[in-house]
């Protein structure tokens, strides 16, 4: 009888219960590597063969040289099949353990494109996709071109953050100057990139033998940028189906997932569509499920679990066997997160049917509604927007750095 296959996940952050189930429940054996600080975190131990622990250094990054030596350790007697990253900050250490052990999968070129933001906007418009003024930090001439071929305002961007973190928008050229200045000798660990106003989208997808199976289209009804620094509300909803918006995004995302050479994974890719010409330009993407609960609202309107259905495509690949997506379902739904002044609030005042989905995270509020009618999914957010701001909500600064 053949052996189990074994699957070594990195987090960096407590997620993926719902993949690491999902690999267990297919046969597989299950190794995980995640931060000492996160030990304690409900994780799904009874679908976890071993858990690897690591020490972060003051820098808040892993010491890839000890993880490999352990590696090396543990793989004489048990070897590994498989690497998957379940955070964008565990993109490049799965891809350096890949090409090191030599384990099939995205080796660090084809990583690049999903972690360095440089790296994604060059390959993106290298391959006819639209993408905002950008440019490198490591010329100044090339940096004042930009200047004047893109009138401001610019935002400065970390080529390796998610999210929002460490974004700062500016006004004028004095101000952008000020700021590549202050970054010292750390400027080329960033990017400056035309500010467009524009609505906000995110696309989620499952790519299996190098084609997009599954996408999911989202509007953001703020900008996560404007969420993150102005202290708004997190909310999304699906985009209309089968809408000229709907097609747009899909294929822009199948064009970029296929320029990028993305073989079998989950993505989330955001787009902007401006406001000053109609036209949708990509923004970023990442070769994970997206954050923010986005895979619980995507569930409650598709019936598809991004985090299972990843587990399921990959163990099928490494056994090559085929993967089948089950039937998609097509419903609106809507998230709405907030930060809580109270450490648990009490969520009974939100009992509408529609809502099929609760954050439980202490000092946040957060729901998922689901409905038949988009309007309907709009007319809730809305309503809960308005209790949530009047009696719950709390706003705190983005980190310049994240948080790990």
């Known amino acids: 009888m053949a052996r189990a296959l074994t699957f070594l ?18 046969g597989n054996k299950v190794f995980l590597i995640t931060a000492k600080k996160l030990e304690h975190k409900p994780w799904v131990r009874d ?30 007697d048990r070897p590994i099949d498989r690497v998957v990253a379940l955070d964008d900050f565990d993109v490049e250490k799965a891809a350096h353990i890949r090409e090191y052990f030599r384990i099939p999968g995205m080796g660090q070129t084809t990583g690049r494109y999903f972690r360095d933001k440089l790296a994604m906007r060059t390959k993106a418009a290298e391959s006819g996709i639209l993408v905002p003024g950008f440019s490198a930090l490591f010329n100044d001439e090339a940096i004042n071109n930009f200047i004047e071929k893109y009138p401001g305002p610019w935002m ?13 928008k500016m006004e004028n050229a004095a101000e952008l100057w000020e700021t590549i200045h202050q970054l010292g000798d750390k400027r080329h660990a960033y990017l400056v990139e035309q500010y467009k106003p524009g609505n906000v989208y995110h696309v989620d997808s499952i790519s299996y033998n190098g084609r997009v199976i599954f996408s999911w289209n989202s509007k953001y009804l703020a900008p996560p940028f404007d969420v993150a620094h102005g202290g708004g509300i997190f909310r999304s909803v699906t985009v209309p189906f089968d809408s000229s918006e709907e097609h747009a995004l899909e294929t822009l995302a199948v064009d970029l997932l296929k320029a990028f050479g993305l073989k079998h994974s989950a993505s989330h890719t955001e787009v902007i569509r401006c406001h000053d010409d109609g036209k949708y330009y990509f923004l970023e993407t990442s070769s994970r499920v997206g954050g923010a609960n986005l895979s619980e609202m995507v569930e409650a309107s598709s019936g598809i679990n991004l985090w299972k259905e990843w587990a399921k495509m990959e163990t099928a690949e490494a056994k090559g066997d085929n993967y089948k997506l089950p039937a998609v379902r097509k419903d609106y739904s809507g998230i709405i997160i907030s930060l809580a002044r109270q450490e648990w609030p009490d969520l009974s005042v939100f009992n509408d049917p529609e809502i099929v989905w609760r954050m439980n995270e202490p000092y946040h ?10 309007e309907k999914v709009i007319e809730l957010l809305d309503k809960y927007a308005e209790i949530i701001q009047k009696d719950y909500h709390a706003s705190a600064p983005a980190p310049d750095r994240p948080a790990h």
């Open 9 to 26: 996940c990195i987090s960096t952050y407590f997620k993926g219960n719902d993949f690491l189930k999902a690999l267990k429940e297919s």
């Open 47 to 76: 679908s976890v063969d071993e858990f690897f622990y690591v020490e972060e250094g003051e820098d808040g990054k892993y010491n890839m040289n000890e993880i490999i030596n352990g590696l090396a350790y543990v793989m004489r």
């Open 156 to 168: 400065i961007k970390p080529r390796s953050e998610a999210s929002a973190t460490g974004i700062k």
């Open 365 to 374: 509020v957060g729901l998922v509604v689901r409905a038949k009618s988009r």
